[in-house]
């Protein structure tokens, strides 16, 4: 199953985000608010990790929350793009001394790397939490990547994530369609279809949900920069567009102000955690597909 028909490669997808790093600080505000939800969230979760990595880390904003949450753990960022690598270093409070920092012998808080989701440049069992912030919904094959999640994660360790639901952009797709029968966006994958995939890559006990999040925009011409800045519109999505095109897109726009004469746009937002439960705890689901765990494991792989 893939997030999108015509979802970015990879090369075109990191060449997006390093073309767009300097930029996304516009709309980093979806980021920040998720990342938040995200944290509290984790307050209904007792964990002290020793060792936790942001997948998707972005400009960095994650891994100062992380830092802040667990001052004590080991911290490591890891994007796609070196762009927004150099963003997340830039804002590091270590590194961001420059070479007043350097000559004070201060190291970098976070560690940060650049690769591929599905190709972790980590030992097996690594990290005791992993977290993942509106970044997961990129990824042409989302199934391909839980099982190398699950392969760096240590026993007892939890998998935090949030990404977009199928509902996002719907306002925009409607208009996009109306114009030329085409829809121009990512489409995203069902959150039950996510839990599926976290099952089938090794996690165990998934816990998912979602919410529905509406941004209003004054103007259509932000609405669409902003949804470009994201990454959300399909690959090719602007070749042989042209002013009238782009004012019949502005005029659907228009068309869908609500009563209070702002233009909406819908994010649905999908939250998961599972755990890795340590092999002897593992069950295999009966002929009904339910799974018996006992109590004394689910206890060791969650509050400690």
Known sequence: MSVSPVAPSLRALRHGFDRRAADLAEVDYLLREIG??????????????????????????????LRAQYPDAQIAGLDLSARMLREAARLDPQRGGGWVARLLGRRPVFDLLQADYERLPFAAGTFDMLWSNLALHWHAEPHRIFPEWHRVTADGGLLMFSLFGPDTLRELRQALAGVDGRTHTLRFVDMHDIGDMLVHG??????????????????????????HLMGGFAAGHGALHGRQWLGQVHAALEAQRNQD??????????????????????????????????????????PR
Do not use: N
């Open 261 to 302: 004469g702002v233009i909406p746009l819908t994010f649905e937002i999908v939250y998961g955690h599972a755990w890795k439960l340590a092999p002897a705890a593992r069950q295999v689901a009966d002929a009904d597909g339910r799974v018996s765990i006992p109590i004394h494991s689910i206890r060791r792989a969650g």
């Open 36 to 65: 938040q939800r995200m944290q509290e969230r984790m307050r209904y979760i007792r964990l002290s990790p020793a060792r936790a990595l942001d997948l998707g880390c972005g400009r960095g904003h994650g891994l100062a929350a």
């Open 202 to 227: 090794g996690w165990s006990t998934p816990v998912m949900d979602m919410e529905t999040l509406t941004v209003t925009y004054e103007r259509p011409d932000t609405l669409l920069r902003d949804v």
